[in-house]
């Protein structure tokens, strides 16, 4: 986190891997993020980024599903519970690019329907639907095999 931290604040990029399954289906673990830093831009509902979750002070690479004043509410795309509003000083960056293994970039979760799925992030339906979407996939395997 303190590199992270580091390095933004420096007005630099940082390539990182990702770790975990909360913003799986957009984020896998072993993707590699790109982070920039936040900078005189506006965060929106949608944006992926990195901050220090407060009280716990870990690092979460989460969706932001709102926003009030200086502060944005996290939620990772695979999560029953946001990570609760975080202050715009504890953001360290934002994603801008996601590769799979092999470099293949990985576009869907950072356009356009960034914003569609932090609405479903924030009322909760999104965690369900990615739940749903693999109990089926794996229903399917198991019948087709």
Do not use: K, Q
Not at 2 to 15: D, F, L, P, S
Not at 37 to 57: K, T, Y
Not at 131 to 142: E, H, P, T, Y
């Amino acid at each position: 986190m303190e590199i992270i931290r580091a390095v933004t604040a420096r007005g630099a990029m940082i390539r990182t891997r990702a770790w975990g399954g909360s913003m799986f289906p957009f984020i896998r673990s072993g993707d590699v993020l790109t982070i920039a830093p936040v900078g005189d831009a506006r965060l929106r509902p949608g944006d992926v980024a990195a901050a220090r979750v407060a009280g716990s002070g870990r690092l979460a690479v989460h969706r932001i599903v709102a926003s009030r004043g200086p502060a944005y509410l996290f939620r990772g795309d695979n999560s029953s519970e946001a990570d609760g509003w975080i202050p715009v000083a504890d953001v360290l960056g934002v994603v801008v690019r996601v590769e799979r293994r092999g470099g293949r970039r990985v576009r869907f979760g950072l356009g356009p329907e960034r914003f569609l799925i932090a609405l479903f992030g924030r009322i909760g339906l999104l965690n369900r639907l990615t739940a749903a979407s693999g109990f089926l996939v794996r229903f399917a395997r198991n019948e087709l095999s």
